[in-house]
């Protein structure tokens, strides 16, 4: 099992930065990626950004070149820097931990993310 906690929300104002962090713990040595996911009201959840154990990154085309995913080994913690955040980015922000064998998504409780224009 994996356990992950999300911190960093907040409301902010059109514009602003937050950077989210998302603590992992327990079995962190069988996963192969981490990521992080929003969810707004009324709307599907959807990946916002990916960064594989190797560092290679995805990002969603709303995102690029204002976000950016990064990972402390060290700390098992994985972050989002949000830069440039549009009233469109509010959402639910979620941690995600993907192991490919046996398939497995881990999902950490979620974090409010509000942007005023």
């Known amino acids: 099992q994996v356990q992950l906690v999300e911190s960093g929300g907040g409301l902010v104002q059109a514009g602003g930065s937050l950077r989210l962090s998302c603590a992992a713990s327990?079995?962190?040595?069988?996963?192969?990626?981490m990521g992080w996911y929003r969810q707004a009201p009324g709307k599907q959840r959807e990946l916002v950004a990916r960064?594989?154990?190797?560092?290679?990154?995805n990002y969603a085309d709303s995102v690029k070149g204002r976000f950016t995913i990064s990972r402390d080994n060290a700390k098992n913690t994985v972050y989002l820097q949000m830069n440039s955040l549009k009233p469109e980015d509010t959402a639910v922000y979620y941690c995600?931990?993907?192991?490919?064998?046996?398939?497995?998504?881990?999902w950490g409780p979620g974090t409010q993310v509000t942007v005023s224009s």
């Open positions: 960064i594989t154990n190797g560092g290679s990154t």
């Open positions: 995600n931990a993907a192991r490919s064998w046996p398939s497995a998504q881990y």
């Open positions: 327990g079995s962190i040595f069988s996963i192969n990626s």
